[in-house]
């Protein structure tokens, strides 16, 4: 419905621009609405109200239940199940899920600011306006079936560009992706990748002369939200290099009404008084060389122990050892005086670790660990921390989504240097729900995370030279960020955009 307004409004604007830019303000806001109701919700219910669905025992054991039954179905190869059983499991699956549903439902009409959280103030385009400083540019998106519209909104103006309908959009954006996510090791494909960005680039961004902004503000929509921009802003000038990045710092804002959400709230919590919190290279296998002493008997059955606690998790047992994130996580603890930092490697870096650590004490938060999306059931989506203690017991090492709901944070920035850690289920109209909204929902002010897997050591690389921005340099998460990603790719070995651009800043950029 959003869509189709917003293609009428448009469309009434071009037939009659003698009212000025009334239509086109219009069609604005409505995009806007679209775009942040659903995140506006979750954050207003986490900082007005002690939120019951995140304390809720009965929602935890469905949660469980979900998992079990998610794995029964993913975990085991076709060849394994019956029809019957296959059909069996999915059935559980949607009995689960309405379930659930019909939990949240009852829970938030029981809520006493339930009438303020079902209607939330939704910023129009002068307010949104309002919110732009001079060198910063709004990049609106709104795929529509037929017609798909890119709003650039600045502090002084609106304008407008049709783009294709959403499926052109979607099948170019995935074919990008998937091959990002790729090294290309020949000429020929890296030529051939180059070509379909800025293809893609000229498609879906303004032209380039009307980016002279220095900050970019992209509110995306469908597959865009998998894509950098970062890449797309710098082919659009013609070439996929290092140079182009250093116009534009690039942000990823769920939707504005979402970040002037997040600075009323804000206001009213204290400044935190240290400056960085990190979590970095889990103990994942029994059969780690960290673990020293145990009998052999004792390694044997807590592998077993977490092979069956993991598949429970609907995960395979099998995580590798990240080494360079502790080399990160040293050398970005280097950058901190020792009473401004905390530190947890190792065995130290566990769920129990995270959940019972005070965090909102910390302006930064850093996870450097392995992280996975469930895109058909957000819910169950993890970090992964050590998941056997020292004597090489088995513990259950997976914070979920619904565990970060019960985060209590106050961080200007959280780092998930892990994998796929930006993506989630793609809901139409709304912003992906996943880990990002997870802690934005427990009051992160921004997140830095990744659109695929990046090796350990290039990502240290890049979080090296991040923090060092950050800290030493005084720089913003935003150009931090960019400078980071354009000494990183000025290496040789790193140059290929897969190494450098799959992180991306989300949230507030000041």
Not at 8 to 22: A, I, K, R
Not at 201 to 213: D, H, K, N, Y
Not at 227 to 255: I, T
Not at 463 to 483: C, D, S, T, V, W
Request: charged share 25%; with cysteine; glycine share 6%.
């Amino acid at each position: 419905y959003y869509a189709h307004l917003v293609a009428t409004l448009v469309e009434l604007q071009e037939s009659d621009p003698s009212n000025g830019s009334t239509h086109l303000k219009q069609a604005v806001s409505f995009s806007e609405r679209g775009h942040a109701r659903s995140l506006v919700d979750l954050i207003n219910e986490a900082t007005q109200v002690e939120s019951v669905l995140a304390h809720s025992e009965e929602r935890e054991t469905l949660l469980k239940e979900l998992a079990a039954a998610r794995f029964r179905l993913l975990g085991k190869s076709k060849d394994q199940q019956s029809e019957s059983e296959i059909e069996a499991t999915r059935q559980q699956l949607a009995d689960i899920e309405n379930r659930l549903n019909l939990l949240e439902i009852e829970q938030r009409e029981a809520n006493p600011a339930y009438a303020d959280l079902v209607d939330p103030t939704i910023l129009d385009a002068s307010e949104i306006q309002a919110m732009l400083d001079p060198e910063s540019a709004l990049l609106q998106y709104a795929l529509g079936a037929e017609t798909s519209y890119v709003f650039k909104v600045t502090a002084e103006s609106i304008e407008a560009w049709p783009l294709p309908g959403r499926a052109e959009i979607e099948e170019k954006g995935r074919k990008i992706y998937e091959q990002l996510k790729v090294p290309s090791t020949s000429r020929n494909a890296r030529n051939q990748l180059s070509s379909l960005i800025g293809e893609f680039a000229r498609t879906v961004l303004p032209p380039s002369e009307e980016l002279a902004q220095q900050r970019l503000l992209v509110v995306a929509d469908g597959v865009l939200q998998y894509l950098p921009f970062s890449v797309l802003l710098a082919a659009n000038g013609g070439d996929v290099a290092a140079p182009a990045l250093s116009r534009h710092e690039v942000v990823n804002v769920p939707s504005m009404s979402v970040l002037a959400t997040q600075r009323g709230n804000r206001n009213e919590r204290n400044v935190p008084g240290k400056t960085i919190a990190i979590f970095a290279d889990p103990v994942f296998s029994a059969n780690d060389s960290r673990i020293t002493g145990a009998p052999l008997d004792a390694l044997k059955a807590s592998s077993a122990l977490v092979s069956r606690q993991t598949l429970e998790l609907s995960e395979p047992p099998d995580l590798e050892r990240l080494p360079a994130t502790l080399y990160e996580a040293e050398t970005i603890a280097g950058l901190v005086n020792a009473d401004d930092r905390f530190v947890q490697t190792g065995f130290a870096a566990s769920r129990d670790g995270v959940l019972g650590a005070r965090l909102a004490d910390y302006r930064v938060v850093h996870f450097a660990t392995h992280g996975k999306i469930d895109s058909r059931y957000p819910a169950l989506s993890w970090l992964a921390f050590s998941q056997v203690d020292p004597q090489g017991v088995e513990q259950n090492g997976l914070v979920r989504l619904h565990d970060i709901y019960k985060l209590d944070l106050n961080a200007d920035l959280v780092t998930m240097s892990a994998c796929d850690t930006a993506l989630g289920r793609e809901i139409s109209g709304e912003a992906l729900s996943g880990l990002v909204q997870g802690f934005m929902y427990s009051g992160a002010r921004s997140v830095l995370a990744s659109l695929w897997q990046v090796p350990d050591r290039a990502t240290a690389e890049l979080m090296g030279l991040f923090y060092r921005n950050l800290f030493e340099l005084e720089q913003k998460p935003a150009a931090a960020l960019r400078n980071a990603q354009v000494e990183l790719s000025s290496k040789t070995r790193f140059r290929h955009p897969y190494y450098w651009s799959a992180f991306v800043l989300q949230g507030d950029w000041e």
